[in-house]
């Protein structure tokens, strides 16, 4: 797996990294003093976007597809309808359950009536013990059936129910499998989503990493516009793939708005942190960029300002890392262009 340095982020737990000096003695623009700051020793690894909600709506009951709402690529609220399928017979099976319900309800209401006559003169001996045991047998009969018909009622409307097939979350459509008019049965796959509001990173860490990754357990994801979503948790799993000798490690991300753009299935950089180090930091400001040098503007303490050539490494939200050219305690020049042209009036006056 290819491995490189990332731009990385910086720890805020580092030393000051910048003090801004409003205009010190003559100069007319801003300086900064730089500073070491912690950094985070990270690398970059490749991984894939997957979505944690997937899933295939299955029929659960048969019936003729009537109505498709959406097809691949809709977006769908949670509960929106999705299809509808024909459900003449599952209305039948209602009415019938109905019927039967207020057949047994009838026939239980009886069965008490007779049960309580019967119990009424059985105190004062006018019956057999056998006939009262009939009636009280027939009281809870009536009721057992009863109790039969409500469950056979709640099953009907239940596949009445099905018949509607609603979304289980808000996603969007990636595959429909079925069209208008066909018959569908239980089991039978329907339409199929994800959820992009929760999404999460497969990587493959090298066993050499995974020691540091197991203590620290932090990662970032890079977005194509560099900016960093830091993950949520991580899942590493306990075993290392015997062909690579990688493990997988899953970065949980948090909810993530519309405008992401992280889509399941995207290939995207991920940081995983290793451990932290001192380095020094410069400001983006008051680096300058000419063709193929890298400079900055120093501040002497005689406040004399000189056009230093550096070397810069990695670029962090608060600056560029110094590889060479600058010693911790220097100032330089936050507007390189006043910077410029101050030091350019300064050599005309010396002359």
Same mark, same amino acid.
């Given at each position: 797996?290819?491995?490189?340095?990332? $731009?990385?982020?910086?720890?805020?737990?580092? +030393?000051?990294?910048?003090?801004? @000096?409003?205009? *010190?003695?003559?100069?007319?623009? !801003?300086?900064?003093?730089?500073?070491?700051?912690? @950094? %985070?020793?990270?690398?970059?690894?490749?991984?894939?976007?997957?979505?944690?909600?997937?899933?295939?709506?299955?029929?659960?009951?048969?019936?003729?597809?009537?109505?498709?709402?959406?097809?691949?690529?809709?977006?769908?609220?949670?509960? *929106?309808?999705? !299809?509808?399928?024909?459900?003449?017979?599952?209305?039948? #099976?209602?009415?019938?359950?109905?019927?039967? +319900?207020?057949? *047994?309800?009838?026939?239980?209401?009886?069965?008490?009536?007779?049960?309580?006559?019967?119990?009424?003169?059985?105190?004062?001996?006018?019956?057999?013990?056998?006939?009262?045991?009939?009636?009280?047998?027939? #009281?809870?009969?009536?009721?057992?059936? +009863?109790?039969?018909?409500?469950?056979? @009622?709640?099953?009907? /409307?239940?596949? @009445? =129910?099905?018949?509607?097939?609603?979304?289980?979350?808000?996603?969007?459509?990636?595959?429909?499998?079925?069209?208008?008019?066909?018959?569908?049965?239980?089991?039978?796959?329907?339409?199929?989503?994800?959820?992009?509001?929760?999404?999460?990173?497969?990587?493959?860490?090298?066993?050499?990493?995974? =020691?540091?990754?197991?203590?620290?357990?932090?990662?970032?994801?890079? +977005?194509?516009?560099?900016?960093?979503?830091?993950?949520?948790?991580?899942?590493?799993?306990?075993?290392?793939?015997?062909?690579?000798?990688?493990?997988?490690? /899953?970065?949980?991300?948090?909810?993530?708005?519309?405008? *992401? =753009?992280?889509?399941?299935? %995207? &290939?995207? $950089?991920?940081?995983?942190?290793?451990?932290?180090?001192?380095?020094?930091?410069?400001?983006?400001?008051?680096?300058?960029?000419?063709?193929?040098?890298?400079?900055?503007?120093?501040?002497?303490?005689?406040?004399?300002? =000189?056009?230093?050539?550096?070397?810069?490494? #990695?670029?962090?939200?608060?600056? &560029?890392?110094?590889?060479?050219?600058?010693?911790?305690?220097?100032?330089?020049?936050?507007?390189?262009?006043?910077?410029?042209?101050?030091? $350019?009036?300064?050599?005309?006056?010396?002359?």
């Amino acid at each position: 797996m290819k491995l490189e340095w990332m $731009k990385g982020a910086a720890l805020s737990v580092a +030393l000051l990294l910048i003090t801004p @000096l409003a205009m *010190a003695s003559d100069l007319p623009f !801003l300086t900064a003093t730089v500073e070491r700051q912690a @950094l %985070m020793q990270e690398r970059i690894v490749d991984g894939r976007v997957e979505a944690v909600q997937r899933s295939t709506i299955s029929a659960q009951t048969s019936g003729r597809v009537v109505e498709v709402f959406y097809d691949v690529d809709d977006f769908v609220e949670q509960g *929106a309808v999705v !299809l509808r399928l024909s459900d003449s017979e599952q209305q039948a #099976r209602v009415r019938s359950a109905e019927g039967n +319900l207020q057949e *047994a309800r009838a026939r239980a209401t009886e069965a008490r009536s007779e049960f309580d006559r019967i119990e009424s003169i059985f105190a004062e001996r006018l019956v057999s013990e056998a006939e009262f045991d009939r009636a009280r047998a027939a #009281r809870d009969s009536a009721q057992a059936r +009863l109790e039969s018909a409500r469950a056979a @009622l709640e099953e009907a /409307r239940e596949q @009445l =129910g099905y018949t509607t097939v609603v979304a289980p979350y808000p996603g969007i459509v990636t595959e429909r499998h079925v069209e208008v008019g066909e018959s569908v049965s239980p089991g039978s796959p329907l339409v199929t989503g994800i959820s992009l509001e929760q999404l999460r990173v497969e990587i493959n860490v090298p066993q050499q990493l995974i =020691g540091n990754l197991r203590r620290h357990r932090e990662a970032q994801v890079i +977005l194509d516009t560099g900016e960093r979503i830091a993950a949520e948790s991580l899942t590493i799993f306990p075993y290392a793939d015997p062909a690579s000798n990688t493990f997988r490690v /899953r970065v949980n991300l948090p909810e993530l708005p519309e405008d *992401a =753009g992280l889509f399941p299935g %995207m &290939f995207v $950089k991920t940081a995983i942190k290793l451990g932290e180090d001192q380095r020094l930091v410069v400001p983006s400001e008051a680096v300058v960029f000419r063709s193929e040098v890298v400079a900055v503007y120093v501040i002497d303490h005689d406040r004399r300002i =000189g056009f230093r050539q550096i070397r810069v490494g #990695r670029e962090l939200p608060e600056g &560029f890392e110094v590889l060479a050219g600058l010693r911790q305690g220097e100032r330089v020049a936050l507007d390189p262009v006043h910077a410029g042209i101050f030091l $350019k009036e300064s050599q005309q006056v010396s002359r």
